[in-house]
């Protein structure tokens, strides 16, 4: 166990001191649901908390914060926020996921990654189901999803 925390403590090291423009890096691990950007990699769940590991954003996508309520289309307000945090801990079911940080983009010092659970991505799985918007501008990555979920009604779009 301390091997491991030991190379959690190296991979988290190596994004301070590397360039971001050549920052390649993969975590994995246990992941604990923070809200429905955030996951915190290779800690522990204690009283509903996440504790000991890594926290990055999910990169590509942008969930409503948990506090935060949506209103349907018929004027009945729902808590979107929690609703894509749960969504999210129930795609990841106590499961490994894999982060991939490519481009060495952080957000508030946390990195900004790619994760993969099983074989799904896990901002696509939250765009596709309407319960986070496409961000990434640059290069339109989920923006066919983010209108496909729009069309269907999903999530948000309700």
């Known amino acids: 166990m301390k091997r491991y925390f030991v190379l959690l403590a190296a991979v988290f090291a190596s994004f301070l001191f590397v360039n971001s423009a050549s920052a390649d890096a993969i975590i994995s691990g246990h992941?604990?649901?923070i809200d429905g950007n955030t996951v915190q990699i290779g800690g522990k769940?204690?009283?509903?908390?996440?504790?000991?590991?890594?926290?990055?954003?999910?990169?590509g996508s942008v969930a409503p914060s948990?506090?935060?309520?949506?209103?349907?289309?018929?004027?009945?307000?729902?808590?979107?926020?929690?609703?894509?945090?749960n969504f999210l801990a129930n795609l990841i079911?106590?499961?490994?996921?894999?982060?991939?940080?490519?481009?060495?983009a952080f957000s508030q010092n946390k990195p900004v990654v790619t994760c993969?659970?099983?074989?799904?991505?896990?901002?696509?799985?939250?765009?596709?189901?309407?319960?986070?918007?496409?961000?990434?501008q640059e290069n339109n990555r989920y923006t066919l999803?983010?209108?496909?979920?729009?069309?269907?009604?999903?999530?948000?779009?309700?």
């Open 116 to 136: 993969i659970s099983g074989r799904k991505d896990l901002s696509l799985a939250l765009i596709l189901n309407g319960l986070a918007k496409a961000t990434d």
């Open 31 to 33: 992941v604990c649901v």
């Open 66 to 85: 948990l506090e935060d309520t949506c209103t349907d289309k018929s004027d009945n307000t729902w808590e979107c926020g929690k609703a894509a945090r």
């Open 145 to 158: 999803e983010e209108t496909a979920a729009k069309k269907a009604g999903r999530g948000m779009w309700k």
């Open 93 to 104: 079911r106590q499961r490994s996921i894999s982060c991939f940080h490519i481009d060495g």
């Open 45 to 59: 769940s204690k009283e509903g908390k996440c504790w000991g590991g890594i926290d990055v954003f999910l990169f």
